[in-house]
Every structure is written in C-alpha cells, then in structure tokens.
C-alpha cells in the first residue's frame, strides 16, 4: 500500500473529517455546488486540478470533480501529477493502491502492468509526493468503486509529456479512462501577476495549443509545477478544453501579496 503523506496538513487525515471538508469545497462561495444527476455522456476525456491544500485549492478542485460526476464515471482515473522531490526518472508508476482516510483506491491492474512497460512502476517514488495524492480523495468521493494510474512526471518537457500521451493511448485504446493533470499555475506571485500568467495559460490550454503553453511558459517565466501533465491532458482523445474555474490564494485564504493561482479545466471530445 502506498500511505499518505499529507494527510492531516493538506487535508484532514480523519475519514469523517475529510467527507465533511469536501463537502465543504463543493458548497463553499467558491465551490460548484454539490454534483446533481448523472447524464452518462462520457464525453469527458481529460482535466486539470489543482493540488494544494483543501483550504487554499479544494473548491477550485470541486468544479472538476462536479463536471465528472454529472458526466459520468470512467473505468479508470490516470492521475498525473509533478515530482517536487528530486525522483530518479523521467516518470512513474505506482503500481500498488493508494490509502486515503476514505479508505484504499485500487489501481487498475491491467492499465498498469501494461504501461509499465513503457514507464518505471517503482512505488517508492510516490512515498512523498502531494501532487497525486490530493487528488485522491476526491475521486473516492464522486466514486467509490474508482480504479487509478498514479503517474508522477519529473521530465515535464514537451518530449516527455509526448511519449507519455502516446503511450497511454495504445494502452487504453480498449480502456474508458479519463486523464487527470495534477498542477497549481504561479506561485507566490502579487495577485495582477497571478491573473495575467494564469489567463496567458488558459489561453493556449483551452486553445489546445501545446506548443504555445511550452512557449508562454518559458517566455514568461511563469511557475506553474505541473505543465508537463497539463500538457499530456492536452494531448488527450479530445477536441475542446472548457475553463470551469479560475482562483487563486487570495480568494480562498486572504493572501493579496502573494497568491498561488489555480485553474479547473474539463476536456471534451465533442
């Protein structure tokens, strides 16, 4: 099992505790609302999530767990986040399930054993990293049968986020997935800094431009963690990217000097 390591400081590390703090994302001023009926669409491939504390990113977060639930549920959850550790390769697997206080979210054993003959399953180099774990929880929320891919990506260049994509589509060709990118967007940034890097990535993100995310990032030097990931999410079975929210650690937690911004993106495929 892989156990948590933020429990208790990104969120609560108490069962009760944690549904209730999630709740409280959904229905926070800046939440979505609770998730309503169930359409059975499937029409969502990709997204992006922030990965910060429940207090600071988690109603920013809510909005893509909303749009998922009321979508309809996948058959498994490839969750992508950053290295902020120092990890030995370019990306990895955990091939073994992950252990939240909601309890154990299995892998999806066949996506993993197959994959990972592309990329390294080597637990070990998820002991301490956030960035997928704080997604976790969540899709135990919206679904409690939920079957995951932990990816942690540490190469975040173009190439790399390529090979990534490409190989998780002749994986899961006969799969229903969806890919979720784990990433904040600027740190500790003044908040009209915050707003302008931010509105400069959503525009190439929704614009399914790749190359010109790579671009804005380098030219700007802009300090989003996880643009690796959001870029494999780009490069999804999809054909148009919605921004269903934009915050930062001003509105959430009162932090005007220097915020930390956040952006919920869903992706489509009509």
């Not at 780009?234 to 650690?249: G, I, N, V, W």
Request: charged fraction near 20%; hydrophobic fraction near 35%.
């Amino acid at each position: 099992m892989r156990y948590p390591a933020v429990a208790g400081r990104f969120y609560p590390n108490d069962g009760n505790a944690l549904m209730n703090e999630i709740d409280k994302c959904f229905t926070h001023e800046l939440g979505p609302g609770m998730p309503g009926g169930c359409t059975n669409e499937r029409n969502i491939t990709a997204a992006i999530a922030p990965h910060a504390g429940y207090a600071a990113s988690g109603m920013n977060a809510a909005h893509v767990y909303k749009a998922i639930a009321e979508d309809g549920l996948p058959e498994a959850y490839v969750v992508i986040g950053p290295d902020h550790h120092g990890i030995q390769y370019d990306a990895a697997i955990c091939g073994i399930p992950y252990v939240t206080p909601l309890g154990v979210c299995r892998v999806h054993d066949d996506i993993v054993r197959k994959l990972s003959n592309m990329i390294p399953d080597d637990p070990h180099s998820h002991r301490y990293e956030h960035s997928v774990e704080v997604q976790i929880p969540f899709i135990q929320y919206i679904d409690k049968n939920a079957r995951i891919v932990p990816i942690i990506m540490s190469d975040q260049s173009q190439e790399c986020a390529e090979y990534i994509s490409e190989a998780i589509k002749e994986v899961c060709s006969d799969h229903d997935i969806i890919v979720i990118a784990s990433s904040d967007l600027s740190h500790y940034v003044p908040k009209g800094r915050a707003c302008s890097e931010g509105k400069d990535v959503m525009e190439k993100v929704c614009g399914m431009d790749v190359p010109g995310l790579y671009k804005v990032i380098k030219e700007r030097r802009i300090t989003a963690c996880g643009y690796g990931p959001m870029a494999v999410a780009m490069m999804s079975l999809c054909t148009r990217a919605e921004l269903l929210k934009y915050s930062d650690s001003d509105d959430s937690l009162g932090m005007n000097n220097e915020v930390v911004g956040y952006a919920s993106v869903a992706f489509r495929e009509r």
